[in-house]
């Protein structure tokens, strides 16, 4: 409950001052700490947790980008009507 506290002090530190750019390096420290409590999950230095944290943040935008409005995972799906008239399909 404690980490929970502190992280979110941290977090919003971090986007009151910098804009959102610090929490790449909030994450990274949260890797590294989270890498001495897990067994079998290592990360040695600060510069190879920076990386993965950007990792991380890049997998989630790009994730996230595929949900639509009403927050569930949509796509688009092409069929032909009419003969030769292609429409978009929302799923």
Known sequence: ?????VR??????AIILT???F?????????????GLVPGFYV???WAAL????????VSWLLSSFKNEKGRIG???LKKSNGE??????G
């Open 1 to 5: 409950m404690k980490g929970l506290l």
């Open 8 to 13: 979110w002090l941290l977090l919003t530190v």
């Open 19 to 21: 804009l959102g750019l």
């Open 23 to 35: 929490t790449f390096v909030i994450n990274a420290l949260l890797l590294l700490m989270v890498s």
């Open 44 to 46: 040695y230095r600060f």
């Open 51 to 58: 990386f993965g944290s950007l990792v991380i943040s890049l």
């Open 75 to 77: 796509y688009i799906d």
């Open 85 to 90: 008239i292609w429409e978009w399909v929302r």
